[in-house]
Antibody, heavy 122, light 113 residues
Framework: QVQLVESGGGVVQPGRSLRLSCTASGFTFSSYGMHWVRQGPGKGLEWVAVIWYDGSNKYYADSVKGRFTISRDNSKNTLYLQMNNLRAEDTAVYYC???????????????WGQGTLVTVSS | DIVMTQSPDSLAVSLGERATINCKSSQSVLYSSNNKNYLAWYQQKPGQPPKLLIYWASTRESGVPDRFSGSGSGTDFTLTISSLQAEDVAVYYCQQYYTTPFTFGPGTTVDIK
């Protein structure tokens, strides 16, 4: 079955960097678009970024554009989120998520990981 | 960016009664070339990741009970739980995937009266 396991979360000081990873299994990773979605403490869902199944396109929320970079290594079945210049408002659970359909570009999010907590604090 | 709004913020419904959640997008999410609404509904229970319930505004995901239904087109959408069960207590989010950024609504909390 589809499994998405996030790692790399933790406590980091404002202005520092952190890289999240998401290891995928149970499906052909290279055939699916992948997302990062975050949820601040007690808050709603905020879509962060998407990368097309072939890595050809990447899109970001305005709140992270220029600071975060989404990437993937299809040979390792792994999705990444490089987060630079972190701010207190980036504190959230970060979910890795997979497109519902393969080889498409605009699709609902079909599967979610359990999330990894990032806390930005001095 | 497309802004998604939901109403109400929360609602409490008696077991077996109907719950209705509304979602509105700031611009149409209906793609004319395929006549599909790029709108999904998710359910999130405490301590869990979200779960896809409905996509294309009205297509129920496999395994989702048929008491959940989605309707609407263009900019106005509704999620209906026809007969609320205890296990339906959750926060419900709509999301548009018509264009990036793929924005979510703020969520609606459903509880038992």
């Amino acid at each position: 079955q589809v499994q998405l396991v996030e790692s790399g979360g933790g406590v980091v000081q404002p202005g520092r960097s952190l890289r999240l990873s998401c290891t995928a299994s149970g499906f052909t990773f290279s055939s699916y678009g992948m997302h990062w979605v975050r949820q601040g403490p007690g808050k709603g869902l905020e879509w962060v970024a998407v990368i097309w199944y072939d890595g050809s396109n990447k899109y970001y929320a305005d709140s992270v554009k220029g600071r975060f970079t989404i990437s993937r290594d299809n040979s390792k079945n792994t999705l990444y989120l490089q987060m630079n210049n972190l701010r207190a408002e980036d504190t959230a659970v970060y979910y890795c998520a997979r497109d519902y359909y393969d080889r498409t570009t605009y699709a609902p999010v079909g599967y979610w990981g359990q999330g990894t907590l990032v806390t930005v604090s001095s | 960016d497309i802004v998604m709004t939901q109403s109400p913020d929360s609602l409490a419904v008696s077991l077996g009664e109907r719950a209705t959640i509304n979602c509105k997008s700031s611009q149409s999410v209906l793609y004319s070339s395929n006549n599909k609404n790029y709108l999904a509904w998710y359910q999130q229970k405490p301590g869990q990741p979200p779960k896809l319930l409905i996509y294309w505004a009205s297509t129920r995901e496999s395994g989702v009970p048929d008491r959940f239904s989605g309707s609407g087109s263009g900019t106005d959408f509704t999620l209906t739980i026809s007969s609320l069960q205890a296990e339906d207590v959750a926060v419900y989010y709509c999301q548009q995937y018509y264009t990036t950024p793929f924005t979510f609504g703020p969520g609606t909390t459903v509880d038992i009266k």
